[in-house]
């Protein structure tokens, strides 16, 4: 399985970013997949995951301001992300959940005040 990420970037305090991930995956409908993002100095975090039904569950830190969702179609997740804070920047890291977990490249997210 490869996960190709894309969309970050640098942006000012309050605006907004879309990452997305694409699967090289067969039946990536059937898996769970999301973001967790890591800081400087901090443990990696779960941002948000999708499940095969379309269920959504977000970190505390960003309910409300992110969104996640999946084309099916097109082996991709969407992650849209707005009212961006500095405490947001991160690498963020796109995730497949197989018989084991598959991470992506990671791409970096930097939020300015």
């Known amino acids: 399985v490869q996960l190709q990420a894309s969309g970050g970037g640098l942006v000012q305090a309050g605006g907004s970013l879309r990452l997305s991930c694409s699967a090289s995956?067969?039946?990536?409908?059937?898996?769970?997949m999301g973001w967790y993002r890591q800081a400087p100095g901090k443990q990696r975090e779960l941002v948000a995951e999708i499940n095969a039904r379309g269920t959504t569950n977000y970190g505390d830190a960003v309910k409300g301001r992110f969104t996640l969702s999946r084309n099916s179609a097109k082996n991709t997740i969407y992650l849209q992300m707005n009212s961006l804070r500095p405490e947001d920047t991160a690498v963020y890291y796109c995730?497949?959940?197989?018989?084991?977990?598959?991470w992506g490249q990671g791409t970096l997210v930097t939020v300015s005040s």
């Open positions: 995956r067969n039946r990536f409908g059937a898996n769970t």
């Open positions: 995730v497949l959940f197989g018989t084991v977990p598959y």
